[in-house]
């Protein structure tokens, strides 16, 4: 297998950035080309009646792996393995993905309030060859009960946008998290463990 010298993260991500770079993952950022692809990646992760959690974060993954892949042709960039990952929270069989505003946001946390749920992230590599490499990091996090002034000052901060289930573990919501099975990183977006084995299985070295 010839060596990689460079992956690209497809997601703009900054916690994704960040845990690339603590792992030491040399990588080149991926981004929409404007706001009609950026537009066309969101609605990605729609969601589809009665699809359970786990079958639509890899679902959602593979489509962005996909787009991710037409856009380096497109673009005609150098080939190298390409990383797509994509994170929900899942309140029994419900998908609690991003939210629309601040009070769908309000909503998610008087949902979890008090209760466990599981945090998802599914992973994909696409290797020079074009082969896939999945993996999926299922996590399990209980919130204490929450207080309405609880969840008014944490949407007052802003720090559920773009979050899916409407927090951040890594930010402020830690606070929240009574207990934690699983991958820490694996939460934030991007579990390291699962990540470093498919990067290796793709060829890269780091």
Known sequence: MMPVHFIYLASQSPRRTQLLHQIGVPFRVLAPQDAAQARGLEALEAQRSGEPPARYVRRVTLLKLDAAARRIQEQGLPPAPVLCADTTVALGAQILGKPRDARHAAAMLRALSGRGHRVLTAVA???????????????RVRFVALTSRDITA?????????????????GRAAAFAARISGSYSGI???????????????????
């Not at 944490?154 to 890594?170: D, H, R, T």
């Not at 934030?188 to 780091?206: D, I, V």
Request: with cysteine.
């Open 125 to 139: 590599v696409r290797d020079a060859k074009g082969r896939t490499h999945t993996a999926l990091s299922a996590s």
């Open 154 to 170: 944490y949407v007052a901060n802003g720090e559920w946008q773009g979050k899916a289930g409407g927090y951040a573990i890594q």
């Open 188 to 206: 934030m977006g991007l579990p390291l463990c699962e990540t470093a084995r498919l990067l290796a299985a793709a060829g890269l070295k780091f």
